[in-house]
C-alpha cells in the first residue's frame, strides 16, 4: 500500500516537490531582500513587524528555507519527490561545504572555549571534515541539501533564540574592530539565503544536470540582483543626499531669455547651482558652472585624442600586420596600460609633459594624461569588435573588385562601430570621474570665478606652432577635483553651503554629467547599431 502511495506522488509531475522548491526560493528571495535593507539601514534594527524583531523575523527566514530543504532533501531520497539525482553532489561542491562547516566549526569553538588556536581550531577540523563528508557520500539530493539545511536551522535557531541581537558584539582576538549583531546577522543572513537559493534551484530541477544548471542560474541571479541593488541605493543615496543642495534657488520661470535679433526676454528655469560660477564678490549661491565646463572639456580632449589614434591601431593590427612577436607584444602593452593605476598617469604627466607643455598644471595636460588612460581600452575593444566582424563581409566586398581600404572604410569599420563605442562608453566613465591625475597635471583654484574660455582663446603666432590658446595651457577645475577639495580641504568660501552639503550637490551633479556621457554613448551606439542593421 505505501509502494502505491509513493508512486502517485512521484508520478504527479512532482507537483509537491515543485511547490516546497518554489516556497524555498520565494522565503529566500524574501529574506535576503530583507537582510540587504537591514544591512543598509533603510530598516532600522529595532523594527518590528507582527510584533517581531526583524533580526528574529531574518531567523525565522533562514529556519523556514532550512527546514524546506531538509523535507526536500529527505523526500526526493525516499522517493516521494520525483527527481533524478546523481549519485554524489561532487568533490567540488564537498570542498566548500566542508569550508563552510569549518568556518561554522571554528565560529563555535570561539565561542565555546575561547579564542585560543589550540581550542577552535580541532573543532573548526572536525566540523569541516563533516561537512565535505555528508556533501560527497550520500546521493546528491541528500548532499545538495542537508548540509544547507543544517547551516541555515542552526544559523536561524540561533538568531531566533537571541543568541545573535542588536546590542550583541563580536570583538575578535585577530582584529582591532568590532562587528555588531546588527550588522553581522544581516551579513550571515545573506550568505545564508545565497546558499538556499542553490540548492532549493537544483531541488527544483530535480537534481542531475538541469538541476545544477539551476543552481547556478538562481545563485549567479541573486549575486547580479543584489549588485544591481547596491548599485541602485548607492545612486538613491548620492540622490538623497546632494538634491536640496543642487536645488537651492531653483526657479522654473525665474530666469530671462534673449532672443537674439529680437530682444524680446522669454521666461526660463534658473538652476544656480549648476549655471554660477563658483567664487566671486557678486555670487550668493555659489555653483560648479566652471567644474562642470572643465570637465566636458577634459573629456572632449582625452577622447578626440585616443579614439581615431585606438581605433587606427586597431585596424592597423588587425588587417595589415601579420599576427607575430609584434602583435602578442603590443597585446601585452595594452592589457597592461590598461590595468595600469591612475596615479601613475599623472606622475608621467608630471614628470613629462608638463615641462614640455605648460610648464605648470593646464588643462592640455590633463586632457592628454586622461587619453593616455583611454587610449588602452579604445584600441583593445575596437580590436575585438573588428575581429568580430565575419570575414565574409570582407570576401564579398572583395569580389566587387573594392580595395582593402575602401573594404575596411566602408563595410568593416560600420560593423564594428556598435562594439567600439562600447569601449568608449566604459573608458569615458572611467575618467571623467578620476581624480588622482588631476591633482597633479591639472588643478588650479578648486573654486574658480571664471569658466575656462577655450573657443575664444585661440590666437594666430608667427612662430610654431603658429597656434596657441591660452586657456588650454591654464589650470581649471573639475567636478572630481573640486569635490575632492570640497571634503579635504578647509573652509567654503561661501556660508550658504557647508562643505558636506556643497560635497554631496558636486557628487550629484557629477554623478549625472557621467550618466548623460554614458546616454550619449549609448545613443551613438544603437544609432550605428540601427543603421547597419537597415543596410
Do not use: C
Request: glycine share 14%; charged share 10%.
Amino acid at each position: 500500500m505505501s509502494n502505491v502511495n509513493r508512486t502517485e506522488l512521484a508520478t504527479a509531475d512532482s507537483t509537491t516537490g515543485d511547490l516546497l522548491s518554489l516556497g524555498v526560493l520565494g522565503a529566500a528571495v524574501l529574506t535576503f531582500v530583507g537582510s540587504w535593507l537591514l544591512l543598509l539601514q533603510w530598516v532600522d534594527e529595532a523594527a518590528t513587524v507582527a510584533g517581531l524583531p526583524v533580526l528574529n523575523l531574518l531567523g525565522v527566514g533562514l529556519v523556514v528555507i532550512g527546514g524546506g530543504l531538509a523535507f526536500v532533501g529527505v523526500g526526493s531520497r525516499l522517493d516521494y519527490v520525483d527527481t533524478a539525482p546523481s549519485s554524489t553532489a561532487g568533490v567540488v561542491v564537498g570542498a566548500v561545504f566542508g569550508l563552510l562547516w569549518a568556518i561554522l566549526g571554528g565560529l563555535v569553538g570561539t565561542l565555546a572555549l575561547g579564542d585560543a588556536t589550540v581550542l577552535w581550531l580541532p573543532v573548526a577540523a572536525v566540523f569541516g571534515i563533516g561537512g565535505f563528508l555528508g556533501a560527497v557520500l550520500p546521493r546528491e539530493d541528500v548532499g545538495s541539501t542537508i548540509p544547507v539545511a543544517a547551516i541555515l536551522l542552526l544559523l536561524g535557531g540561533f538568531i531566533v533564540t537571541g543568541g545573535i541581537g542588536a546590542g550583541w558584539t563580536w570583538s575578535p582576538a585577530w582584529s582591532s574592530a568590532e562587528f555588531p549583531g546588527s550588522e553581522l546577522v544581516p551579513i550571515l543572513v545573506v550568505f545564508g539565503t545565497l546558499l538556499g537559493a542553490w540548492s532549493a534551484g537544483k531541488a527544483k530541477e530535480g537534481f542531475g544536470a538541469e538541476g545544477r544548471q539551476a543552481g547556478a542560474y538562481y545563485l549567479i541571479g541573486s549575486v547580479v540582483f543584489a549588485m544591481l541593488a547596491v548599485l541602485a541605493l548607492l545612486i538613491a543615496f548620492i540622490v538623497t543626499n546632494g538634491l536640496q543642495t543642487m536645488l537651492t534657488g531653483t526657479s522654473l520661470f525665474g530666469g530671462r531669455l534673449t532672443v537674439p535679433f529680437v530682444g524680446v526676454g522669454l521666461p526660463w528655469p534658473e538652476f544656480p547651482f549648476l549655471m554660477n560660477q563658483t567664487g566671486g564678490l557678486y555670487v550668493e549661491i555659489p555653483g560648479v558652472l566652471p567644474a562642470v565646463v572643465g570637465t566636458l572639456w577634459l573629456v572632449f580632449g582625452a577622447v578626440s585624442f585616443a579614439v581615431p589614434l585606438g581605433i587606427g591601431a586597431a585596424v592597423f593590427l588587425t588587417e595589415y600586420a601579420e599576427r607575430g612577436r609584434f602583435t602578442q607584444v603590443v597585446e601585452i602593452a595594452t592589457n597592461g596600460l590598461w590595468s595600469t593605476p591612475s596615479i601613475v598617469f599623472g606622475l608621467f604627466g608630471l614628470a613629462f609633459l608638463v615641462p614640455r607643455i605648460s610648464g605648470g598644471n593646464s588643462i592640455v595636460v590633463g586632457q592628454l594624461v586622461l587619453g593616455f588612460m583611454l587610449l588602452p581600452l579604445v584600441l583593445i575593444t575596437s580590436r575585438e569588435a573588428i575581429l568580430a566582424v565575419p570575414d565574409a563581409h570582407r570576401d564579398a566586398s572583395a569580389a566587387l573588385g573594392v580595395t582593402k581600404w575602401q573594404t575596411i572604410r566602408s563595410v568593416v569599420l560600420p560593423a564594428a562601430m556598435p562594439g567600439t563605442i562600447t569601449g568608449v562608453i566604459l573608458g569615458v566613465g572611467r575618467i571623467a570621474g578620476e581624480t588622482a591625475p588631476l591633482l597633479l597635471v591639472f588643478g588650479g583654484s578648486p573654486y574658480p570665478s571664471n569658466t575656462p574660455n577655450v573657443l575664444t582663446s585661440f590666437t594666430l603666432t608667427a612662430q610654431p606652432p603658429f597656434v596657441t590658446n591660452e586657456a588650454l595651457l591654464s589650470p581649471a577645475s573639475a567636478l572630481p577635483y573640486q569635490l575632492y577639495s570640497t571634503i579635504t580641504a578647509g573652509v567654503f568660501p561661501k556660508e550658504i553651503f557647508t562643505n558636506t552639503e556643497f560635497g554631496w550637490g558636486t557628487a550629484l551633479v557629477l554623478l549625472l554629467v557621467v550618466v548623460g556621457l554614458y546616454a550619449i554613448g549609448v545613443g551613438s551606439r544603437l544609432y550605428f547599431r540601427r543603421k547597419l542593421h537597415h543596410e
